[in-house]
């Protein structure tokens, strides 16, 4: 997804190699060109600004003109600050000290979140945990039917009390009726976490309904849900390929829902995706994880430094900076 973005950086501090010394307006059209590399990979516009403004700030200050090689002290420069707008520290799961553990997935339709709930609940599995998956997207046609197809294949075990809209039908009468809406979502997905508690799961993943954008519906039920079960973590699932909407969709349940972590779907894509990026920044909340394919295991802890590291296509490039300069300190 970020080869372009990628390019465009190597490029940039190639030209920064060749230099012995930096002046101002070396440091001035580094920045320029990281600028508009980032724009150009769509990350969010306030993100850039604060990114290369502090860029600039320390590529002019005495840590880069008193380093060693100035040109290899900016690209370590530039990528702390990525890490940082990526944000920081590798968070996890928090898991409760009494079980179960109540995971709730939100965001728009096609984002990912069953597919998800899938891949997150194999993951669990993996690492030793129970979890149980509560079909409460009662609203997209034959989304029940979806978790359970995902539930099997990942060896978790699903709870659906109801069966939601199937396409084209009346879900009671079998009649073709257009699409219609039965049961209680927030009723389902209480009753799924107590579910957990008598079997014993120690996880809950609560599968819940988005819609094509975000309107006042899709939030009060969001929010009805997370009011009803409390959960320990509300992760924002969002499709890594939408642009720009990434931010202004963001920012949207952050205000209706207060997730707690971000999840980057569709990472596999070959769309700019510098605007999901910014979703850390903008909204303050870390991402968690990164879908980066179909299949159930292709989920990934999201490392703000290795993501870094790759977009800039470091590799030990870092290692042997610090390395360099410990040595010239010395």
Do not use: C, Y
């Not at 149980?132 to 997207?137: E, H, R, T």
């Not at 309107?215 to 320990?232: F, G, H, K, S």
């Not at 720009?244 to 207060?258: K, P």
């Amino acid at each position: 997804m970020f080869n372009s973005l990628s390019d465009r950086l190597s490029a940039t501090f190639k030209n920064l190699r060749t230099k012995g010394r930096l002046s101002e307006s070396d440091v001035n059209k580094t920045v320029r060109d990281i600028r508009l590399a980032l724009l150009d990979a769509d990350v969010a516009l306030p993100v850039v600004k604060e990114f290369t403004n502090s860029v600039r700030e320390r590529a002019l200050g005495a840590e880069v003109s008193q380093s060693l090689n100035p040109a290899q002290q900016v690209v370590k420069v530039v990528n702390e600050e990525l890490v940082a707008i990526l944000g920081g520290d590798t968070r996890t799961i928090r898991f409760a000290k009494q079980p179960p553990t109540v995971i709730m997935l939100a965001g728009l339709q096609g984002s990912g979140k069953t597919t998800l709930a899938g891949k997150l609940g194999k993951w669990l599995k993996d690492q030793g945990h129970t979890p149980l998956l509560v079909a409460a997207d009662l609203q997209r046609p034959n989304a029940v039917t979806q978790l359970e197809v995902v539930g099997e294949r990942a060896g978790v075990p699903v709870f659906a009390p109801e069966r939601g809209n199937i396409a084209g039908h009346d879900a009671v009468s079998g009649g073709i009726e257009g699409t219609r809406s039965f049961g209680d979502p927030v009723a389902v997905a209480r009753a799924g976490v107590a579910s957990a508690r008598t079997r014993q799961h120690d996880v809950v993943i609560i599968d819940t309904a988005g819609r094509l954008a975000v309107d006042a519906n899709l939030m009060q039920q969001a929010a009805d849900i997370r009011a009803a079960v409390e959960p320990d973590e509300v992760l924002f699932v969002i499709d890594a390929m939408i642009g720009q909407a990434a931010v202004e969709t963001a920012e949207a349940f952050l205000q209706g829902v207060d997730f707690t972590g971000v999840v980057l779907s569709k990472l596999d894509g070959d769309a700019r995706g510098g605007a999901a990026l910014s979703v850390a920044s903008v909204t303050g909340r870390p991402i968690i994880f990164a879908s980066t394919g179909e299949g159930l295991d292709d989920l990934e802890v999201f490392h703000p430094d290795r993501m870094a590291s790759r977009i800039l296509d470091l590799g030990d490039i870092l290692t042997l900076i610090e390395q360099a300069q410990q040595a010239f300190d010395e």
